[in-house]
């Protein structure tokens, strides 16, 4: 079994003594209880794999860096969410290429090609310095309070001898003054107490934080995507790309957004109504007059979401229709929780609306 393997078990007890939030994701899933189920699921789905198939899956799947774990998970996850609609063949050879997937619903075989989209390794440092963080105020047991982070401006991990020991100190004297937090390593924290607590520790909340979605940073990598397997693409089968968006703030509506370019309103002025809307073209399908990645019958865009009751993450997709492909598929093919599809159109135009 994959979770009894003797390489898990090695990288196990390598992180025995580690927090959760400071482990590769690999050793998360292998010893977290919430994860049960998932890795039931994982390792039902490698044994069902090609033996060549499994092999390579697992080599890249027991990994402690982020990005080969990552990328493998989710195509060991999208191979059992693909058999909710027709049989599912990992790495076929078809016409001299391997994509990922060829799937069979009734007489339709369609050719899915996968891409794991993320978090860049800046990111995700930055999101165990926070949440180390966190868990150091967490773990504070006296005095409780309520405690509202308002800035976290880190440069690498904190130093936390001193900043636990400030921070204890701060409560214990001056609570009710603002706290701040500066160390040798350039690191900035901010708080303030919301209220006292009668019991449990301390508490926190935040922080905030703004950002800015730009869908062009989706552009090369569907790009690259579209211009795979020539030859398949070329042939009679539908052409369907697999987007898994590791980072939440992102959306299928971006991804939309980057096919097909933002969707701009005409409003009337002199009553304020919206009369129009229409999409301004600055997606990657055109190219001023010209319409590009025909052979791109759709796109399937992937979040997991964990469920409690499973025990799992399990991914939730949205499908995005190619209304110009060569090779169109009915979009209600795939079961997913929305569908960006062609509602009417004229001999120039299409209307597509989230369904």
């Not at 900035?188 to 950002?211: D, K, Y």
């Not at 073209?281 to 007059?289: A, E, K, L, N």
């Not at 209600?332 to 509602?343: D, E, G, K, N, T």
Request: glycine share 4%; proline share 5%.
């Amino acid at each position: 079994m994959l979770f009894d393997s003797p390489e898990i078990t090695a990288i196990l007890s390598k992180y025995a003594n580690e927090p959760d939030f400071a482990v590769p994701e690999v050793v998360f899933l292998a010893r977290s209880p919430d994860l049960m189920g998932e890795r039931l699921l994982i390792e039902q789905v490698m044994l069902s794999l090609p033996a060549s198939v499994r092999k390579v899956w697992k080599s890249r799947f027991i990994n402690t860096n982020h990005s080969p774990h990552k990328s493998t998970w989710f195509q060991i996850m999208l191979a059992d969410w693909l058999a909710q609609t027709g049989s599912t063949n990992p790495e076929p050879t078809i016409l001299g290429n391997n994509p990922d997937f060829l799937v069979t619903a009734g007489d339709l075989n369609i050719v899915v090609e996968a891409k794991a989209i993320l978090k860049t390794d800046d990111m995700r440092h930055q999101e165990i310095w926070k949440n180390e963080v966190q868990w150091l105020l967490n773990d504070i047991s006296a005095p409780s309070y309520a405690v509202y982070i308002k800035r976290l401006k880190l440069q690498s991990r904190i130093d936390v001898t001193k900043f636990l020991d400030t921070v204890i100190y701060w409560l214990q004297t001056n609570s009710k003054s603002c706290f701040h937090f500066e160390d040798n390593r350039g690191n900035h924290v901010a708080l303030e107490t919301i209220w006292e607590r009668e019991h449990g520790g301390v508490a926190t909340i935040g922080p905030s934080g703004s950002f800015w979605l730009n869908p062009q940073k989706f552009h090369r990598p569907l790009r690259k995507k579209a211009g795979q397997h020539k030859a398949i693409r070329g042939s009679e089968y539908p052409y369907v790309i697999a987007l898994y968006l590791e980072d939440k703030i992102y959306s299928a509506e971006e991804i939309a957004e980057a096919w097909f370019g933002r969707l701009s309103a005409i409003v009337d002025i002199n009553t304020g109504t919206v009369v129009d809307q229409r999409i301004d073209r600055s997606g990657i399908h055109f190219y001023g007059s010209k319409i590009r990645h025909r052979s791109v019958t759709g796109t399937l865009v992937f979040h997991d979401v964990f469920d409690d009751r499973k025990k799992s993450r399990m991914l939730q997709a949205w499908y995005i229709q190619n209304p110009y492909a060569n090779k169109p598929i009915d979009p209600w093919i795939f079961p997913v929780s929305a569908r960006f599809v062609v509602q009417n159109q004229n001999n120039r135009n299409y209307e597509m609306e989230w369904k």
